[in-house]
């Protein structure tokens, strides 16, 4: 069954220039890359796409660490991968969550660390399952954004809105 994950490569992985290192590992799967970008993270966006660790004593940093105030760079990469078992098949090529409990040969386990603050620097974002997928894809990505149609979408008219544009 085709399925679609979010990944995002973080601000450490980008600050220790992982990025084709992490590509490389995700072709493994042999996955469709269906979206792409490199984006600086709102704290909006940031607090909605960890509110359900929102009660947690760690959540303020957290926040810092996806939006790349503890590695002073602010950005991350954001991707969508398209295909069969995408999700399973891109978790078990990320590793656990925790680095120190993810399997050395993985992602986390190979370039992730914990700081002694205790926040998980895993490198590596994989979306939990279908129900989250969906949610973070739409929290990251417009539908325009996507090369194939994911989810159901309208058209709509939006009014007075303030975009930038090249002068």
Same mark, same amino acid.
């Given at each position: 069954m085709n399925q679609a994950t979010l990944i995002l490569i973080k601000?450490?992985?980008?600050?220790? %220039?992982?990025?084709?290192?992490?590509?490389?590992?995700? %072709?493994?799967?042999? =996955?469709?890359?269906? !979206? !792409?970008?490199?984006?600086?993270? %709102?704290?909006? =966006?940031?607090?909605?796409h960890y509110r359900h660790l929102k009660?947690?004593?760690?959540? $303020? $940093?957290?926040?810092?660490?996806?939006?790349? $105030?503890?590695?002073n760079r602010r950005k991350v990469m954001a991707l969508v991968y398209w295909g069969e078992e995408a999700i399973k098949k891109c978790r078990e090529l990320a590793g656990a969550t925790n680095p120190e409990e993810a399997e050395p040969t993985s992602i986390r386990g190979a370039y992730g660390r914990i700081t002694t603050t205790g926040v998980y620097e895993n490198v590596i974002h994989v979306s939990s399952d279908e129900k989250e997928a969906e949610r973070e894809i739409k929290l990251w990505f417009r539908p325009d954004e996507i090369i194939v149609s994911l989810y159901p979408t309208k058209e709509t008219t939006v009014k007075e809105q303030i975009v930038r544009v090249w002068a």
């Open positions: 601000p450490d992985g980008l600050k220790k %220039s992982l990025t084709g290192n992490i590509l490389t590992r995700l %072709s493994e799967t042999k =996955l469709e890359i269906v !979206a !792409a970008k490199v984006m600086r993270v %709102s704290r909006q =966006l940031a607090e909605e009660d947690k004593p760690f959540f $303020e $940093e957290l926040i810092k660490y996806i939006q790349g $105030e503890l590695h």
